[in-house]
């Protein structure tokens, strides 16, 4: 997931606390933009989510993945490897076009990496409830560390580095996890949410700070990435707390 952002080791950085109030009107206007494509961006994985638990391969996708140990693997290893493009595209300067394809494609992995987990999710006990109990939980806890972060101005700049060691950390654990075969659970997952929740924190500094004004959709694409990260992790947290 993208994690850099543009001179945010520049020891002549704004002040910690300047609040969304009192930047300039061309920041303000960035923001605007940046959380716009952000909703467009959320929107479009529902539309895409949708269409994919409602197909007829979906099914088999999940048995396939489920049935082999080294599978999982592979489908995050293409995530990665997608994310990884589709960062670079979102920060290319040759225009809209590719900035825009970059931040779909993305938004298209993350569908296709949550598809087996809601599949499984919506036919649990409970599935309903468990999926929009975690929407309301993501979206709760994502509008309130963000207006945190507008209003007191404070920078998360800081967080660049445990975000950096905590999703190198959750890797290798998830790892490790599918080739010795141990079940991960819900402490885990609580974790993850707690990295999702910096990697926002760090994002939403970055779009205030860091970011020049016209790299809106790559700033969007970073946010995405941490919101769908705590609603991912939420999901399994509640699927597991019984």
């Known amino acids: ?4 952002s543009r001179n945010w080791l520049n020891p ?16 303000v206007s960035f923001l605007r933009r940046t ?9 479009l994985f529902v539309i895409v989510e949708a269409l994919l638990l409602r ?15 080294f599978t999982w693997l592979i489908v995050i290893g293409l995530f990665m490897g997608v994310a990884y493009g589709a960062d ?14 970059g931040l779909g494609l993305y938004v ?8 087996p987990l809601l599949f499984i999710a919506t036919r649990a006990p409970g599935g309903d409830g468990i999926l929009s109990t975690a929407a309301i939980v993501t979206f709760g806890v994502s509008g309130a560390l963000t ?7 404070v920078n998360f700049s800081w967080l660049r580095g445990v975000v950096a060691v905590g999703g190198i950390a959750a890797l290798l654990t998830i790892v490790g996890a599918v080739i010795f075969g141990f079940h991960l659970g819900i402490f885990f997952a609580g974790l993850m949410v707690l990295l999702a929740a910096s990697m926002l924190l760090y994002q939403t500094s970055a779009a205030m700070y ?30 597991n707390r019984d």
């Open 210 to 239: 860091d970011w020049r004004t016209d790299q809106h959709v790559a700033a969007s694409l970073g946010l995405f990435a941490s919101v769908m990260m705590m609603f991912y992790y939420i999901v399994v947290f509640l699927m």
């Open 35 to 43: 959380y716009l494509h952000l909703g467009l961006a959320i929107v």
């Open 147 to 153: 207006a945190y972060v507008l209003i007191s101005g």
């Open 1 to 4: 997931m993208p994690l850099e």
């Open 88 to 101: 670079k595209l979102a920060r290319s300067e040759a225009g809209p076009g590719p900035q825009y394809l």
């Open 55 to 69: 197909s007829s391969f979906i099914a088999p996708l999940v048995q396939t993945i489920a049935g082999g140990r």
């Open 108 to 115: 298209l992995a993350e569908a296709f990496i949550f598809a």
């Open 12 to 27: 002549h950085a704004r002040p910690a606390r300047e609040g969304v109030t009192h930047m300039d009107a061309a920041r």
